[in-house]
Nanobody
Framework: QVQLVESGGGLVQAGGSLRLSCAAS????????MGWFRQAPGKEREFVAA????????YYADSVKGRFTISRDNAKNTMNLQMISLKPEDTAVYFC??????????????????WGQGTQVTVSS
């Protein structure tokens, strides 16, 4: 199995930027399609962005399209989420997730096999 550890969260003012990272260990990183999800207090965990095993395909939730960029470096076993123009409604715990497949972008939460512990992102108005 693969272990995932997120980092890079914090407190930022509206309009600011943050870069989240997800470090993977345990198995060949390029064997996994990856994604980012987030969960705000009292809400369900929701899809944010996904990237396929090679990095050649990406997909975003409408709420973050144009503001967030997902990327991965298979040589470094890392995935990143660059977030700009942050809004208070982006406040949530952000989770990275891995699916043991080499297919394409994966949106459904239930389709992911492994999850990190999450990193808090707080955007103040």
């Amino acid at each position: 199995q693969v272990q995932l550890v997120e980092s890079g969260g914090g407190l930022v003012q509206a309009g600011g930027s943050l870069r989240l990272s997800c470090a993977a260990s345990g198995r060949t990183f390029s064997n996994y399609d990856m994604g980012w999800f987030r969960q705000a207090p009292g809400k369900e965990r929701e899809f944010v962005a996904a990237i396929n095993w090679s990095g050649g395909n990406t997909y975003y939730a409408d709420s973050v399209k144009g503001r967030f960029t997902i990327s991965r470096d298979n040589a470094k076993n890392t995935m990143n989420l660059q977030m700009i123009s942050l809004k208070p409604e982006d406040t949530a715990v952000y989770f990275c997730a891995a699916r043991s497949s080499r297919q394409s972008v994966v949106v459904g939460r239930s389709r992911y096999d492994y999850w990190g512990q999450g990193t808090q992102v707080t955007v103040s108005s």
